[in-house]
């Protein structure tokens, strides 16, 4: 229950009572805090439905709501328009419901999904570069999001280890590296050492070579292709390489992920279903969904109704691979399963969205994916200033890990200029500058809405003030200080009293919209939502903390209301800012 769903029952009740049909009832937020705190648009709908005045209708309405001991005032403005204002002690009654409860007034969904969050995805031997951040950086939020909601989430990674990159790498090993040629020995029957000098770095740098050697060369995509094919039928020599590989990558990515406060459930990769794609195929092919089209084997998933037509989806190659698709099928079959998933959210780029569209449509008409549904959740590009996809300074692309440490190098100058936390000891400095600076990057991408571009800015990202990460650190800060204060001063908040001053009001109307800000967020996937509420909720809190002296009020009933309201004010910020996958430093 929250204070809007409240108002709109009362709303409800009177266009009932009415005669009119309860769909007109929903009480919003007012766009005009001077005529009310909310608004019921509901009179101007119905009155268009039943042929009637809006004013009419309003009137008639407020005369059956009027008497609402939780209104304060009600009024019609305009065409016919509702507004309400409600009386202090329910906004002080909700906010003591808010502060005495774990979940600050959000209830847990009713319906709790299995759901599957697949995010992330690097790649091996490709180090991940920021379109990874995005998905890391959304996938994360949405995955807290839904897991806060109730719901029973796990989310994956889902590691690009078994594609044709695999056959690339495994040739460029042939050519690069004669002293491992038992490797590529059929006769040789092991034991396969651990290729120790072959690092990460090598792979990144022969990947790019051969990707290029692929695209112009038809005998070397040849070669690759086959190396693939006798990889993915379990070919000794190829299958130790290929773990090797595997092993340095998630190494290096995992050392990122962990450097973000990223966690996965699962580190799931392509390869993990890959005895499933044989059987998958056939059964496909022998129920008639999966056709042979010039030696390759597809599935026809374009709809008379499509816009644009979209292509079948290969499932296996006329080279006998199994492709990116393949996997993506199979994963969802594994997911359903073995992982029992009723909701499988995709946290992809979505330049993706086609490939998704073919998977999604091909899971389905191959039977694989039961009752669970599946939904591409695409993000658009960080862009650089000049509006071109985020580059390094020399035109590469740029490393999460470089990315990380320019970051946190910005937060450190930013502290610096500001004079903040020039006091604590290096090693604190260091802490802080690495949490603040994560807290810009996040913060930076999770407020814009997800399926636009946006610009990479780190001055604007590092600000202190404004709608940054660190303004929100630097709020939640000064909230904790704030209590540490009054606890050693032997103060404790209270009981919530009704607003004294209208900064208060501000505030209180504010942290009761906080079921609202969820919903909206889970509703529509959008992380923005729950960016914008934080900033909202830092701002309107500094109003009332320039307005309202806490530490030195006189009245101690005021006084210990006041902590109350910094106390559910942190919470808030707390939930949101975790919610973000953003740490508050101890000190700043
Ligand atoms: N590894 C892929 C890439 O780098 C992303 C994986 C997205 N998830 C999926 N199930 N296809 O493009």
Redesign the pocket.
């Known amino acids: 229950m929250s204070l809007l769903s409240d108002l709109t029952a009362i709303v409800t009740a009177g266009f009932v009572a009415a005669g009119l049909d309860a769909s007109f009832g929903a009480v919003q937020v007012s766009d005009r805090p001077d005529l009310g705190q909310f608004q019921c648009n509901g009179a101007l709908s119905a009155a268009r439905s039943a042929g009637r005045s809006p004013r009419d209708i309003a009137r008639q309405v407020v005369t059956q709501i009027e008497g609402d001991h939780r209104l304060a005032s009600v009024s019609i403005a305009g065409p016919g328009f509702i507004n309400l204002t409600v009386t202090g002690r329910t906004l002080a009654g909700c906010m003591d419901a808010m502060a005495g409860d774990e979940r600050l007034g959000v209830s847990p969904v009713e319906h709790p999904l299995k759901v599957i969050v ?6 091996v031997a ?1 180090a991940m570069h920021v ?2 951040l995005r ?1 890391t950086i959304i996938g994360d939020t949405v995955a807290r999001l839904f897991r806060f909601a109730g719901h029973d989430v796990l989310g994956d990674v ?3 280890d078994w594609g044709l990159q695999m056959g690339m790498l495994i040739v460029a090993t042939r050519r690069r590296r004669p002293d491992l040629a038992h490797f590529f020995d059929r006769s040789y029957e092991g034991p396969y050492e651990e290729p120790g000098a072959l690092t990460l770095a090598d792979l990144q740098e022969w990947y790019p070579e051969m990707a290029r050697q692929v695209a112009e060369d038809e005998a070397v995509a040849a070669e690759a292709r086959q190396a693939t094919t006798d990889l993915q039928s379990g070919r000794p020599g190829y299958v130790a390489l290929w773990e090797h590989f595997v092993r340095v990558s998630r190494a290096s990515q995992e050392r990122d992920f962990s450097d973000l406060g990223v966690e996965f459930d699962l580190w799931y990769g ?1 390869s993990t279903v890959r005895d499933l794609l044989r059987p998958l195929v056939d059964e496909a092919l022998a129920g008639g969904i999966a056709v042979r089209s010039d030696g390759a084997v597809v599935i026809e998933v374009g709809r008379p109704e499509d816009k644009a037509e979209i292509t079948p989806l290969v499932l296996e190659t006329s080279h006998g691979a199994f492709l ?1 698709g393949t996997t ?1 099928v199979a ?1 969802i079959q594994m997911r359903v399963t073995e992982l029992g998933a009723e909701l499988i959210l ?1 946290v ?2 979505a330049r ?1 969205s086609y ?2 569209e073919q ?1 999604f449509r091909a899971a389905r008409r191959a039977g694989v994916s039961g009752r669970a549904s599946m939904e591409h959740i695409g993000f658009g590009t960080m862009n650089a200033p000049d509006g071109t996809p985020f580059k390094t300074r020399e035109g590469g692309v740029l490393r999460l890990g470089d990315l990380i440490e320019m970051v946190t190098d910005a937060a450190a100058a930013r502290l610096k200029e500001s004079d903040l936390a020039a006091r604590y000891s290096g090693e604190e400095r260091a802490v802080i500058a690495r949490q603040v600076g994560i807290a810009a990057l996040k913060f930076g991408d999770l407020v814009n809405n997800r399926t636009s571009n946006y610009v990479f800015d780190l001055r604007r990202f590092t600000a202190l003030e404004g709608k940054t990460g660190p303004y929100l650190q630097m709020a939640a800060v000064r909230m904790d200080s704030i209590l540490a204060r009054a606890d050693r001063q032997g103060l404790a908040p209270g009981a919530v009293l009704p607003p004294h001053h209208e900064t208060e009001t501000r505030l209180v109307l504010r942290l009761l919209q906080l079921p609202e800000a969820i919903d909206r967020a889970l509703e529509l996937r959008a992380p923005n939502h729950l960016a914008e509420f934080a900033y909202e909720v830092a701002a309107d809190f500094s109003r009332f903390y320039e307005a309202c002296h806490i530490l030195t009020e006189p009245d101690p009933g005021l006084q210990a209301s006041w902590l109350e309201m910094v106390r559910t004010t942190r919470r808030t910020l707390e939930l949101l800012l975790d919610l973000l996958g953003i740490e508050v430093p101890a000190r700043m």
């Open positions: 697949d995010y992330a995805g690097p790649n490709k379109g990874h998905a889902h590691f690009g392509e990116y993506d994963t995709y992809v780029d993706q490939h998704l998977v």
